[in-house]
């Protein structure tokens, strides 16, 4: 019998820590189903790097944020400024933010750079639970204590083609909130940040997840790439380090 699903990929636009590195944007990642993507987290320019990689932006459906630290949405400036000014409103992608400050502050600054507000744009804040769901792909925001309860972050647990994904987004050193509902499931795909985690001390715990595949993600190159090799070796999975460009089959 044919497999019905659809290809999925994963695609990494940037793959850096808080900071930009010379090869490394912050953090954003399409998950891309046949010619319709969803972007996860905006810490890139992903209009330039769409266009620069020959990806028409307009097959971008939605957009969601793990949380407000610009390394994860400085993107949406650039996002919301190229809808504002360069798109009809037929082209009206969905974008998901995790605090209302944010949705105002940001419907402000496209006001301000566009001589003011051209057309509608679809900017919410979500909450815990699930954020999205059309066909073929869903969305779930786990919350993470990344921000210690103070403000808003989540995890995100993906659905895209019958695949199912895991996006740590930020979390905190022991990683023992995001295993406590990671290691229950059966994933084709988590994305571990490794900004705020040991990948030494991380390996027995990620050693625990069920996945056809490890993506190191949020990458200090100064810092991660020699835990690299000892965290690849400690788990009974396929492991990587992500690149800027990189693009996972699933
Ligand atoms: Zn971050
Ligand atoms: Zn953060």
Known sequence: MPNEDPKVTLRFLGTSHGLPEPDR?????LVETGETRYMIDAGAPPVSLCRRA???VQTIRACFVTHLHGDHANGLAEFTDYLNYFCKPD???EIYLPERAGVEALLRWVEVVGGGLRRPLSLYAY????VYCRKGFALEARPSDHLKGA???YSFAVTAGGRRILFSGDVSGPLDEFMAHAA???WDAVVIEAAHNDLDASAEKLAGLDTGLLIVNHINPRRNADRF???ARA???RCELARDGDVFEL
């Open 235 to 237: 788990v009974p999975f």
């Open 25 to 29: 944007f912050c953090s954003c990642a």
């Open 91 to 93: 082209y009206d992608p």
């Open 54 to 56: 020959g990806i028409p």
């Open 229 to 231: 090799g000892a965290l």
């Open 184 to 186: 229950l499931e059966r």
């Open 127 to 130: 909450g815990p639970g699930q």
């Open 151 to 153: 403000r808003p972050a």
